[in-house]
């Protein structure tokens, strides 16, 4: 299966280096929703009930992955305003499908949209929070208005995670893991990135990463891709200014364009 992660333009450069791709974990209690892990209703008759959301914030983290690539509103929130990127990763060679590794696999991992949280209440104690069921709940547990996100999450336990700097990485060592990078429709200076990381650049040599770049699809609202193609040549990366005005140009045209 092949998941999404839209990511920043500075973000780019963790994913590839030292020979693995590195991706990041991220607990619950980080992510944006104020609701999050709130879709069910704990057993509220005991403190320690009470604190389980926090013990498992302690002990698991999640990946974050989307199924479209061309979200406008995805690109607008997770990746810097269009200036980022999307990385196709695929979850088999990422390990994301093996049960052992994961404790929610991405194919189990669809979030559950709902218009109004649960009110039955969840009985939790410290020995159940490796618990698929019980995580399943409470962490892909959403809020119908999060819909648009399409996504689907690996959740791993910390103990299996490197910690970089308060930073938990997953290192992955299969570098076919990722199958593609979409460059964002506002992104500039995408080749000096490549140029200035050696695993990165290698991939995309060898084909074995596909380079897309966002384009405006006419009469639409939509974002549509067309193949982008890398040269290691620095004569052929100079971009004349007279060049980039008439990308603009072409653009505006794409954007400005309503018919057929």
């Excluded at 020979?19 to 944006?32: A, M």
């Excluded at 509220?44 to 979200?71: F, G, H, W």
């Excluded at 069921?133 to 962490?139: A, G, T, V, W």
């Amino acid at each position: 299966m092949i998941l999404y992660k839209y990511i920043d333009h500075a973000s780019l450069n963790r994913f590839f280096k030292d020979g693995y791709i590195s991706i990041k974990f991220t607990p619950h209690s980080e992510f944006n929703d104020p609701f999050e892990s709130y879709g069910y209703a704990l057993d509220d008759e005991s403190i320690e009930s009470l604190t389980m959301r926090y013990v498992i914030d302690q002990n698991l983290a999640c990946l974050c992955l989307s199924k479209n690539p061309l979200n406008v509103l995805m690109w607008s929130h997770y990746a810097d305003k269009h200036q980022g990127f999307v990385v196709a990763i695929d979850t088999q060679r990422a390990g994301f499908d093996d049960e052992e590794k994961c404790l929610i696999t991405a194919s189990k991992g669809d979030i559950n949209y709902l218009e109004n949280r649960i009110k039955s209440k969840l009985k939790i104690s410290r020995e159940d929070i490796y618990d698929t069921d019980i995580i399943s709940k409470l962490l892909l547990t959403k809020s119908l208005h999060w819909q648009y996100e399409e996504e689907v999450r690996i959740i791993k336990k910390k103990e299996s995670l490197q910690n970089h700097d308060s930073v938990l990485i997953d290192k992955i060592v299969d570098l076919k893991s990722v199958t593609g990078i979409y460059i964002g429709i506002n992104n500039k200076g995408f080749d000096n990135i490549i140029k200035n990381n050696s695993t990165l650049e290698e991939l995309i040599l060898k084909k074995t990463v596909q380079l897309y770049k966002c384009e405006f699809k006419k009469s639409t609202w939509d974002l549509t891709i067309e193949d982008y193609e890398y040269t290691p040549y620095p004569h052929d990366m100079q971009r004349m200014d007279v060049f980039d005005s008439v990308e603009r140009v072409l653009r505006a045209m794409e954007r400005n364009h309503i018919g057929d």
